[in-house]
C-alpha cells in the first residue's frame, strides 16, 4: 500500500497495512545525519538573496519557480521517506514578503516577524516568531492582503506531488497553509490583538479576511486533486485558549465548517493541527468537520485534555495524530517512551482512525536513541492487524 492510500484509508476510520506516521515539523540536524543526509541552511535563501538588490523582488520571483521549489521538497521528502514517515508538507501560504536586514529573517504575508536561530549543539536552523509587524487595525488595512491565487500556490503543491511521484509514492506530499486564529494574531502580537477583539467590526474583518482566503485556496487545492489539506492554526496554549470560546463560535468556527465542507464536497480531507489544550471547544472542532487532528498535547495543564480520553469519546468521528512528548524525546527514559509509544497504538489504532507522531513536533533536543525507541516501535508494532501485550 503506498504512503497516500494508507492515510486515506487510516482517516476513514479503516485499517491499512500498517499506521501511518507524520511529523508536524522536524528541526533536528544530528536526526537527520542519522539518516545519510547533509543538513541544508534552512534559511529560504535568505544568506544569498541579502547581498542582492532588489532582494524581495528576487524573493517573489524565485517562489513562484517550480523546479526551484521541487529541489528543497526533493530533500525534505526523502529526509521523511528514509524515516519511515508517511506524509510531507508542502507550503500554501505563510510565504516570506520582506527580507529582514541582513538577512536574518522576513515579514511573512500575514504580518508576522520571522527570525532565524541556530541551536548551538548541532546547528540546527529554527524558523522563530519575533512578534506582529502590525500596530493597529489601520497598519493591517494598509497591508496587502495575501492572494489565494498566487501561482506560487499551486506550484509549491504540483512540486510536492511531483516529488511523490518520483519517491515511488512511498511519502504522501500534503499541502499546508495557515488558517484563521494563529496568524491571525501573531501579525499584531497578543497585546495588539487583543485590543482589536474589542472592536467587533475590525475584529470581523480581519476574521473574514482570513476565512475567505483559506476557503478559497483550500478549493483550489481540492479542485486540483489534493487529497488532503494540512490548516496551521493553534487555538490555545498550555493553560486553555487564547480568546474565550464564544469569540471562537462568533469568529472561527463558522469559517472553519465551510472550509470542511468545500472540501469535502471536492473528495478533500482537513487535517487540523492546534496545539494547547482545547477541551472547551473540541465538541465545536468535530463538529466543523475536521476529518483529523494533530498533537492533542500531552504536557498541557489540564490533566483531562488526555488522547486516550478524547479517543473514547470521539474516536469515531475524528482521526487522533499524535502524541509522545517531546519533553520525553529529550530527556525521558528509553523504557518510558516505549511504553508509552506502544499504548499509543495498542490503544488507538485498531480500527484505524490513528496516526502516530510526537506530542507536537522533532526539534533539536531531542535525542537519536529516543528518537529511534519512538520509530522503532512502530516499525515493530505498527502492522495490521494490531497485537501489541498488556
Given at each position: 500500500?503506498?504512503?497516500?492510500?494508507?492515510?486515506?484509508?487510516?482517516?476513514?476510520?479503516?485499517?491499512?497495512?500498517?499506521?501511518?506516521?507524520?511529523?508536524?515539523?522536524?528541526?533536528?540536524?544530528?536526526?537527520?545525519?542519522?539518516?545519510?543526509?547533509?543538513?541544508?541552511?534552512?534559511?529560504?535563501?535568505?544568506?544569498?538573496?541579502?547581498?542582492?538588490?532588489?532582494?524581495?523582488?528576487?524573493?517573489?520571483?524565485?517562489?513562484?519557480?517550480?523546479?526551484?521549489?521541487?529541489?528543497?521538497?526533493?530533500?525534505?521528502?526523502?529526509?521523511?521517506?528514509?524515516?519511515?514517515?508517511?506524509?510531507?508538507?508542502?507550503?500554501?501560504?505563510?510565504?516570506?514578503?520582506?527580507?529582514?536586514?541582513?538577512?536574518?529573517?522576513?515579514?511573512?504575508?500575514?504580518?508576522?516577524?520571522?527570525?532565524?536561530?541556530?541551536?548551538?549543539?548541532?546547528?540546527?536552523?529554527?524558523?522563530?516568531?519575533?512578534?506582529?509587524?502590525?500596530?493597529?487595525?489601520?497598519?493591517?488595512?494598509?497591508?496587502?492582503?495575501?492572494?489565494?491565487?498566487?501561482?506560487?500556490?499551486?506550484?509549491?503543491?504540483?512540486?510536492?506531488?511531483?516529488?511523490?511521484?518520483?519517491?515511488?509514492?512511498?511519502?504522501?506530499?500534503?499541502?499546508?497553509?495557515?488558517?484563521?486564529?494563529?496568524?491571525?494574531?501573531?501579525g499584531f502580537g497578543l497585546e495588539t490583538f487583543s485590543r482589536i477583539l474589542g472592536k467587533h467590526k475590525h475584529a470581523k474583518k480581519i476574521f473574514d479576511d482570513r476565512g475567505e482566503f483559506t476557503l478559497e485556496l483550500v478549493k483550489i487545492l481540492a479542485e486540483n486533486d489534493a487529497k488532503l489539506v494540512i490548516l496551521w492554526d493553534d487555538y490555545g496554549f498550555k493553560n486553555g485558549l487564547f480568546m474565550r470560546p464564544a469569540l471562537y463560535r462568533k469568529y472561527i468556527f463558522p469559517w472553519l465548517t465551510r472550509i470542511c465542507d468545500a472540501a469535502h464536497k471536492r473528495n478533500c480531507k482537513i487535517l487540523l493541527h492546534s496545539d494547547g489544550d482545547l477541551m472547551e471547544i473540541f465538541d465545536d472542532i468535530v463538529n466543523c468537520g475536521i476529518d483529523a487532528i494533530n498533537p492533542i498535547e500531552p504536557t498541557t495543564a489540564n490533566p483531562d485534555y488526555n488522547i486516550f480520553k478524547l479517543h473514547a469519546k470521539y474516536g469515531d468521528k475524528i482521526t487522533f495524530v499524535g502524541n509522545v512528548s517531546p519533553i520525553m524525546l529529550a530527556i525521558g527514559e528509553i523504557n518510558e517512551i516505549r511504553a508509552y509509544s506502544k499504548k499509543l497504538i495498542r490503544e488507538l489504532a485498531p480500527g484505524g482512525g490513528y496516526i502516530f507522531s510526537s506530542g507536537h513536533s522533532i526539534n533539536p533536543a531531542v535525542t537519536v536513541d529516543r528518537f529511534e525507541a519512538m520509530q522503532n516501535v512502530k516499525r515493530k508494532y505498527g502492522q495490521y492487524p494490531i497485537k501489541i501485550p498488556e
Open positions: 500500500m503506498d504512503a497516500q492510500t494508507r492515510v486515506l484509508t487510516t482517516i476513514e476510520h479503516e485499517e491499512p497495512d500498517k499506521v501511518p506516521a507524520w511529523e508536524s515539523a522536524f528541526t533536528n540536524n544530528t536526526i537527520t545525519k542519522q539518516y545519510g543526509l547533509e543538513p541544508t541552511k534552512g534559511d529560504y535563501g535568505l544568506s544569498i538573496l541579502k547581498y542582492l538588490p532588489f532582494k524581495n523582488r528576487i524573493l517573489r520571483y524565485f517562489m513562484k519557480k517550480k523546479n526551484i521549489i521541487k529541489a528543497e521538497y526533493r530533500y525534505s521528502h526523502e529526509l521523511f521517506r528514509r524515516m519511515d514517515l508517511d506524509i510531507q508538507i508542502t507550503a500554501s501560504s505563510l510565504f516570506p514578503r520582506v527580507i529582514l536586514k541582513g538577512g536574518k529573517g522576513f515579514i511573512d504575508e500575514y504580518g508576522r516577524i520571522m527570525k532565524f536561530e541556530y541551536y548551538e549543539k548541532d546547528g540546527t536552523p529554527i524558523l522563530g516568531y519575533y512578534g506582529g509587524h502590525f500596530n493597529s487595525f489601520e497598519d493591517y488595512e494598509s497591508y496587502e492582503l495575501p492572494d489565494p491565487h498566487s501561482e506560487a500556490r499551486l506550484n509549491s503543491f504540483y512540486a510536492g506531488r511531483e516529488v511523490q511521484e518520483e519517491l515511488n509514492n512511498e511519502i504522501f506530499s500534503v499541502p499546508a497553509t495557515g488558517a484563521l486564529m494563529e496568524c491571525t494574531w501573531e
